[in-house]
């Protein structure tokens, strides 16, 4: 587990040597929208996600996954659910993903 999303971003910017400017630019938004996201006030846009792994040369997957797990922890923290709606979570994209298959669409 990374810190959270922003947190990460802030050590990938700084591992690599980029001021918040500099990344800010890259990522076509200005610094201090970035600071907001480091800083946890702000959600990072899904949509930029394909440039943050271009510029950082990682795996577009993993970034989602770091991106999607935060935003599902965040939910359930917010409304007070049990660890449970995690496990009912699994089981649903299990039915989608059986969903699709049958219908002949592979949309995951």
């Given at each position: 587990?990374?810190?959270?999303?922003?947190?990460?971003?802030r050590l990938?910017?700084?591992?690599?040597?980029?001021t918040?400017?500099?990344?800010?630019?890259?990522?076509?938004?200005?610094?201090?929208?970035?600071?907001?996201?480091?800083?946890?006030?702000r959600?990072?846009d899904e949509?930029?996600?394909?440039k943050?792994?271009?510029?950082f040369?990682?795996?577009?997957?993993?970034?989602?996954d770091?991106?999607?797990?935060?935003k599902f922890?965040k939910?359930?923290?917010?409304n007070?659910?049990?660890?449970?709606?995690?496990?009912?979570a699994?089981?649903?994209?299990?039915?989608l993903?059986q969903?699709?298959?049958?219908q002949?669409?592979l949309n995951?």
């Open positions: 587990m990374k810190e959270t999303f922003g947190e990460y971003i990938l910017r700084t591992e690599n040597g980029l918040l400017t500099q990344l800010a630019a890259q990522l076509d938004m200005d610094s201090a929208n970035l600071s907001k996201i480091e800083n946890s006030k959600e990072f949509k930029r996600l394909e943050l792994a271009s510029i040369n990682l795996d577009l997957k993993i970034l989602k770091e991106l999607f797990s935060e922890a939910k359930i923290y917010d007070c659910c049990s660890e449970n709606a995690l496990e009912l699994e089981q649903k994209v299990k039915y993903k969903s699709n298959v049958k002949g669409n995951f």
